[in-house]
């Protein structure tokens, strides 16, 4: 792929993300994976998700840290496997997991089968934190595994979006040196995801600023049938 294509796509993504607060790693990374290695596009990818992070400098003091502290253990070793199975695993395979992900994302926000958030829910905080960190690691999609556990923790949205910060940042740390330590993320890939970053950091804005001009139940569905559409090319970019 070009750079220009490249960047288009995280900037979209990220847009979405800082629109509609997810959607940077669950958009950019299926879409990305039609065009490149599965490995190449979770390490670059990586680098966007662990800057957004760094909001914990600002939400920090609105964590509930006795709830982060007990997944924090879990959510390591998660993080951790989940770096080692997209070092090891076959990209076609990784691809069609993303491609299953998706499809399981989208039915539990459609039908009564949540199969996700029913083993989550079994599991507890445990559960979250392990299944959070190897989605997160693997296919930068384990924002949904935390937050079927912790909506219902907090107090209010404010401190509901500083535990969902805390626990990607969490979780990202031991990806980001996973990443490195494996050698998956090369001077090539740092390089291209740093010209996308000023076009990354714009689109963060736009989408705060845009956040009450946009229909955002118009966008959410476009955004759906994109991963949709984007979850049926992954099956037909390993079947073909």
Not at 53 to 64: A, E
Not at 87 to 110: C, E, S, T
Request: overall charge positive.
């Amino acid at each position: 792929m070009t750079i220009t294509a490249i960047i288009l796509i995280i900037t979209f993504a990220f847009f979405t993300h800082s629109l509609l607060g997810f959607g940077g790693g669950l958009i950019s990374i299926p879409i990305l994976c039609l065009f490149m290695p599965v490995q190449d596009v979770a390490s670059m990818v990586m680098i966007y998700q662990f800057s957004m992070g760094l909001l914990i400098f600002k939400t920090y003091h609105l964590t509930t840290w006795p709830l982060i502290i007990r997944m924090i253990p879990l959510t390591i070793i998660g993080a951790l496997l989940g770096v080692f199975l997209l070092k090891v695993l076959d990209g076609d395979l990784i691809r069609l997991l993303l491609a299953g992900y998706i499809i399981i994302y989208l039915a539990g926000k459609h039908t009564k089968f949540n199969l996700l958030a029913r083993v989550i829910k079994w599991g507890g905080a445990h559960m979250s934190a392990l299944f959070g960190g190897v989605l997160n690691a693997m296919i930068g999609g384990g924002a949904a595994a935390f937050i079927i556990y912790l909506r219902d923790k907090a107090a209010n949205s404010s401190e509901f979006r500083a535990n969902i910060t805390m626990m990607l940042m969490v979780s990202n740390i031991p990806r980001a040196i996973g990443t490195v330590g494996t050698g998956m993320l090369t001077w090539d890939i740092f390089m291209t995801a740093m010209y996308g970053f000023p076009a990354f950091l714009i689109a963060l804005v736009m989408g705060q600023k845009l956040h009450d001009k946009i229909p955002q139940k118009i966008f959410f569905t476009a955004v759906e049938i994109l991963l949709f559409c984007s979850a049926m090319f992954l099956v037909l970019k390993v079947l073909l």
